[in-house]
Antibody, heavy 121, light 108 residues
Framework: EVQLVQSGAEVKKPGESLKISCKGSGYTFTSYWIGWVRQMPGKGLEWMGVIYPGDSDTRYSPSFQGQVTISADKSISTAYLQWSSLKASDTAMYYC??????????????WGQGTLVTVSS | DIQMTQSPSAMSASVGDRVTITCRASQGISNYLAWFQQKPGKVPKRLIYAASSLQSGVPSRFSGTGSGTEFTLTISSLQPEDFATYYCLQHNSFPQLTFGGGTKVEIK
């Protein structure tokens, strides 16, 4: 069974750093892209970027380029999303999702349970 | 960038109603479109992939049509458990994916 298990909720202060995780199981982790999706409180879904754990090829949505860093450790089947200096506007639920289906243009077939990040002074 | 315009943004409907939600792409995306359902506090769930293929386990009252720039999600007979927010997702321009703005389906 494909599973993506994310790290727990975080409460941080502005300016702090943070790294959240997404551990995949039940499939070959290195053979599928993993993407990240943001959902701000009461708002819609936003595409952040994606990583291919097999070779760490990483692509960002222009809206998130330079704002976050996506990485992966294939030895432990885990992808990461990190911030070097959080802002209050980073408060949101963050989902990881596997991209599957079409080889050239996959979509989001399995999702993690989400990690709530709250940034407040 | 491909923009996805979803309509309506919200609607009220009754149990048993036929519900139609539309997504329009700013340029052609072939059939690289998926539909998701999200209930409050829950993870989005894929209902339809490749514009018209029903995800395993999803009730057959859900259906998707379209290709190119216009796509439709239809719920043939709305059930109480279908009250939720629905999102379309284009993945033609992978790795740059785009969600629609969402449609909240509320009880009339």
């Amino acid at each position: 069974e494909v599973q993506l298990v994310q790290s727990g909720a975080e409460v941080k202060k502005p300016g702090e750093s943070l790294k959240i995780s997404c551990k995949g199981s039940g499939y070959t982790f290195t053979s599928y892209w993993i993407g990240w999706v943001r959902q701000m409180p009461g708002k819609g879904l936003e595409w952040m970027g994606v990583i291919y754990p097999g070779d760490s090829d990483t692509r960002y949505s222009p809206s998130f380029q330079g704002q976050v860093t996506i990485s992966a450790d294939k030895s432990i089947s885990t992808a990461y999303l990190q911030w070097s200096s959080l802002k209050a506007s980073d408060t949101a639920m963050y989902y990881c999702a596997r991209l599957g289906g079409d080889f050239l243009s996959p979509d989001l077939d399995y999702w993690g349970q989400g990690t709530l990040v709250t940034v407040s002074s | 960038d491909i923009q996805m315009t979803q309509s309506p943004s919200a609607m009220s409907a009754s149990v048993g109603d036929r519900v139609t939600i539309t997504c329009r792409a700013s340029q052609g995306i072939s059939n690289y479109l998926a539909w998701f359902q999200q209930k409050p506090g829950k993870v989005p769930k894929r209902l339809i992939y490749a514009a018209s293929s029903l995800q395993s386990g999803v009730p057959s009252r859900f259906s998707g049509t379209g290709s190119g720039t216009e796509f439709t999600l239809t719920i043939s007979s709305l059930q109480p458990e279908d009250f939720a927010t629905y999102y379309c997702l284009q993945h033609n321009s992978f790795p740059q994916l785009t969600f629609g703005g969402g449609t909240k389906v509320e009880i009339k």
